[in-house]
């Protein structure tokens, strides 16, 4: 098959995007006439319509790539693309569309207000709490704040990356995270617990080796752990996604659990989460690459 892995790309996230590409396309190479393109240099768009692929691996986190412009635009052009589509990649990484949508399914997401500009506002709840841009990813403008200082300036900072920001309950308790697999059928990876010295999963911690650590299976109640899959499964139908999602959820002492957030392109690089739980599955990175490919033929009726 002829297949474009589409990295790189404008957002934050680019560097990340280009060690997941790579690290596809040499999989992926094994069986097939893989062409990397960077959808930033001038000529993506000629490239992409000479190649004429079978199949587009979308290895973009993060902005464009991953909220559905992308997904439209190949659409547009009829060529095949691996993960969601167009309507499941734009409400995944717009934080407060996702958890609008979660919650009217009855699906548990941290109680959030919407941050207004220059205001301190009424908190529900109280301290600590997350200023979080809504559209952006990799922890990229997070701030776990303590008081009324701190959460102004967190939220001016905020604002400067992104026009949509809000502030949410601190959830205290284990993070896990857990990925799936699937179009119709679904395959629920093993949970993997993050667990990291720093304040939060932040981007170091996401991407430098050594600044967190990925506990397969988790020390947490077996219960715990059954339900939460069964929960990722629930918000991976809700939101449409297909191809493969990863989940982060916030599991309390209790048994409580929530979700904060839904990777529709989850990284692709050595160190990332989705492919170290494949391989827990039994699946090798390429077969993971492999089946990728074939579930987004499919889900564009190709297959
Ligand atoms: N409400 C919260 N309570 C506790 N920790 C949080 C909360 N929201 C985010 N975090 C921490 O911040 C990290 C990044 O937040 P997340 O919502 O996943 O944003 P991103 O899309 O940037 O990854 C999480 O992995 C978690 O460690
Ligand atoms: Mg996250």
């Known amino acids: 098959m002829k297949?474009?892995?589409?990295?790189?790309?404008?957002?934050?996230?680019?560097?990340?995007?280009?060690?997941?590409?790579?690290?596809?396309?040499?999989?992926?190479?094994?069986?097939?006439?893989?062409?990397?393109?960077?959808?930033?240099?001038?000529d993506f768009v000629e490239k992409l319509l000479k190649i004429k692929p079978d199949c587009v691996f979308i290895a973009l986190h993060g902005g464009k790539g991953e909220n559905g412009v992308i997904q439209g635009f190949l659409e547009t052009l009829g060529i095949p693309y691996t993960g969601s589509g167009v309507s499941a990649s734009a409400a995944c990484m717009n934080k407060v569309i996702s958890k609008k949508i979660l919650h009217s399914s009855g699906i548990?997401?941290?109680?959030?207000?919407?941050?207004?500009?220059?205001?301190?506002?009424?908190?529900?709840?109280?301290?600590?709490?997350?200023?979080?841009?809504?559209?952006?990813?990799?922890?990229?403008?997070?701030?776990?704040?303590?008081?009324?200082?701190?959460?102004?300036?967190?939220?001016?900072?905020?604002?400067?990356?992104?026009?949509?920001?809000?502030?949410?309950?601190?959830?205290?308790?284990r993070e896990i995270t857990i990925g799936i697999i699937g179009n119709e059928k679904l395959q629920v990876l093993p949970p993997i617990e993050i667990?990291?010295?720093?304040?939060?999963?932040?981007?170091?911690?996401?991407?430098?080796?050594?600044?967190?650590?990925?506990?397969?299976?988790p020390e947490i109640n077996k219960r715990f752990l059954d339900a939460a899959e069964q929960y990722a499964a629930k918000v991976y139908k809700v939101l449409g996604c297909a191809g493969c999602a990863r989940m982060e959820i916030i599991i309390q002492e209790n048994g409580d659990m929530f979700i904060l957030d839904v990777n529709t392109i989850p990284g692709f690089t050595p160190l990332s989460l989705l492919p170290d739980a494949a391989r827990h599955a039994g699946i090798s990175f390429e077969q993971l690459c492999e089946k990728l490919i074939k579930l987004g033929l499919e889900r564009c009726g190709k297959n």
């Not at 957002?11 to 959808?39: C, H, M, Q, W, Y």
């Not at 990799?138 to 776990?144: A, D, E, L, N, Y």
């Not at 010295?197 to 397969?216: M, N, P, Q, W």
Request: aromatic content about 8%; proline content about 8%.
């Open 108 to 173: 548990p997401t941290p109680e959030f207000i919407p941050a207004e500009k220059n205001k301190i506002p009424k908190l529900p709840f109280g301290y600590p709490c997350v200023v979080k841009p809504a559209n952006l990813g990799s922890t990229v403008g997070i701030s776990v704040v303590n008081n009324n200082y701190e959460l102004k300036k967190a939220v001016d900072r905020a604002y400067k990356l992104d026009r949509d920001v809000f502030i949410e309950r601190f959830i205290k308790g």
């Open 3 to 42: 297949i474009v892995v589409l990295c790189g790309g404008d957002s934050p996230e680019r560097e990340i995007s280009l060690i997941s590409g790579n690290a596809v396309a040499r999989a992926l190479s094994k069986k097939n006439t893989v062409f990397r393109i960077d959808p930033e240099e001038k």
């Open 195 to 217: 667990r990291t010295k720093r304040k939060l999963y932040d981007f170091t911690a996401k991407y430098k080796k050594g600044e967190s650590i990925h506990v397969i299976p």
